[in-house]
């Protein structure tokens, strides 16, 4: 349920930089999301598509990308592709391991229209 | 998670993030700021204020209905006398719960976040101007009962202590992973229950957790009988004593989820603060 809050900060940054960079129009904007970050990316495009009307980005499309979960084995150093509730190391069934990659919700980069 | 820009990078997810397809007449910028930064940097606003009192900070999460209030008098019925304590309300609606922490003689301010399922950094820090933080030893945030927003939101507090009581099943580790891996403790509640229920096994529990490769503490209570409060009390204690040696250094602490993601992403944030008084020295 909180998708439409963090959309509201995802718009906030976006109009931001494309202010900074004097853009005409957004084009696009790319958001790396991983499964363990507790945000839904269906949830995320359709409040996105709610509260980007009427501003620089009414026409930019929203490119999630999903992060892997993967896990560095502290025990064996070997990294596994993993299922959210299922955090051990493939190889060694350890649990002494590092998340690595599955958390993130990152607003990687945007597209913009810039007059030149 | 950390909390500047570009630092959720890591050796996984780079190529992912990374990837940008250059077109004609559009300039990329690449950004790679967290989208909860202006949560983070509230919730390291709220740290500020409480390491400036001194007042160890606990985040209470769990479903609705698995004893965090019931826990809170019993806790504070044993600490009365030998600390002082105070209490944040989370709710969607009534003062219920603050009520019954005020009948203990503790301060308590409520949050009635009307349709909203968590707390933010923002609602505490409006709370936390209610509460004279300088004179507390301890503080409890009990979050609104819900087992899935509240763990992405960082408060500000220090540790995370998840509820889960007997009656709702042993495998929700596994099923709400973001919110049993936020735990920096499990308190398995209503143990008084076990006896009517086949299917409820601690120790199923328990290996739910650790799969999560997490190596957090389990405690088994019952706010009803006193079973476990003991263990539970040593470990507040031990955490407010571990929590003031941290200040003593002018180090703050984090929940460990947080600290994992400081290690793997990024330098840890430059927090200040300055101590206000020598109030707790008979905890050190």
Not at chain 2, 197 to 226: C, T
Request: proline share 4%.
């Amino acid at each position: 349920m909180h998708e439409l809050s963090l959309c509201d900060d995802l718009l906030g940054q976006v109009i931001a930089i494309a202010a900074k960079h004097k853009a005409q129009s957004v084009e696009s904007i790319t958001v790396a999301i991983g499964a363990l970050a507790g945000v839904e990316p269906l949830l995320l495009e359709s409040a996105f598509s709610l509260i980007k009307a009427g501003t620089l980005a009414e026409q930019a499309q929203l490119i999630l990308q999903t992060a892997p979960v993967i896990v560095l084995c502290r025990t064996c150093g070997t990294q596994s592709e993993v299922t959210p509730n299922r955090l051990l190391c493939k190889t060694c069934q350890s649990n002494e391991t590092t998340l690595i990659s599955g958390d993130e919700l990152i607003l990687a980069s945007v597209a913009l229209n810039c007059p030149d | 998670m950390c909390n500047t820009c570009g630092c959720n990078i890591t050796p996984g997810n780079r190529p992912l993030v990374m990837a940008e397809k250059p077109k004609n007449g559009v300039t990329t910028v690449s950004v790679l700021q967290n989208l909860l930064s202006q949560n983070n940097h509230q919730a390291d606003h709220n740290r500020a204020h409480f390491d400036a009192s001194k007042v160890l900070v606990i985040n209470l999460m769990s479903s609705p209905g698995s004893g965090k209030t019931a826990l809170l008098e019993a806790t504070i019925k044993r600490l009365r006398e030998s600390l002082k304590i105070a209490v944040i309300e989370g709710d969607l609606e009534t003062e219920n719960d603050t009520k019954r922490i005020q009948a203990q003689g503790v301060p308590a301010y409520q949050i009635t976040t009307g349709t909203a399922c968590h707390l933010d950094a923002h609602l505490v820090h409006n709370a936390l101007h209610h509460l004279a933080l300088d004179n507390l030893d301890l503080l409890f945030i009990e979050n609104v009962g819900n087992l899935v927003c509240p763990a992405s939101f960082d408060l500000g507090h220090h540790r995370n202590v998840v509820l889960l009581s007997v009656t709702e099943g042993d495998d929700k580790p596994a099923k709400y992973p973001v919110m049993f891996r936020a735990a920096d403790l499990m308190l398995i509640s209503k143990t008084d229950l076990l006896p009517y229920l086949d299917d409820f096994s601690p120790s199923n529990a328990e290996q739910n957790l650790h799969n999560l490769a997490s190596d957090a503490p389990v405690i088994a209570f019952s706010s009803k009988d006193g079973q476990g409060m003991d263990a539970w009390i040593t470990w507040l204690l031990t955490e407010i004593k571990d929590y003031q040696a941290l200040l003593l250094n002018q180090k703050t602490q984090r929940p460990k989820i947080q600290q994992d993601g400081q290690l793997l992403h990024a330098q840890p944030g430059n927090t200040k603060f300055y101590p206000v008084s020598n109030k707790t020295e008979h905890l050190v």
